[in-house]
Nanobody, 121 residues
Framework: QVQLVESGGGTVQAGGSLKLSCSASGRIFNLNGMGWYRQGTGNKRELVAHSSRSGIPVYVDSVEGRFTISRDNAKNTVYLQMNSLKPEDTAVYYC???????????????WGQGTQVTVSS
């Protein structure tokens, strides 16, 4: 069974840092674009950062210069380093895979279970 498993969330004071990890489990052959989304209370889920398979990043304006997305294709893992965190970054963060090919077949729009990030002022 293929799934995305996130870790690294928690509570931090404003100005602090956290690093999220997301690993794809299962017999993975290929992992295309991966991204991080977030959803705060009462808000829609929004894209935070995206990485192509070759590592080209895209960020939402509100995190540009503070967050860094990276990936290790050998480990089928994507990371989100979050620095200079603000209270408005508080949300559940979700990992997303655009397209994943595995021994069980090809998956599109695969989501992780989410990890809570809370930034206190």
């Amino acid at each position: 069974q293929v799934q995305l498993v996130e870790s690294g969330g928690g509570t931090v004071q404003a100005g602090g840092s956290l690093k999220l990890s997301c690993s794809a489990s299962g017999r993975i052959f290929n992992l295309n674009g991966m991204g991080w989304y977030r959803q705060g209370t009462g808000n829609k889920r929004e894209l935070v950062a995206h990485s192509s398979r070759s590592g080209i990043p895209v960020y939402v304006d509100s995190v540009e210069g503070r967050f860094t997305i990276s990936r290790d294709n050998a480990k089928n893992t994507v990371y989100l380093q979050m620095n200079s965190l603000k209270p408005e970054d508080t949300a559940v963060y979700y990992c997303h895979a655009d397209r994943l090919t595995s021994g069980d077949g090809t998956y599109y729009d695969l989501w992780g279970q989410g990890t809570q990030v809370t930034v206190s002022s």
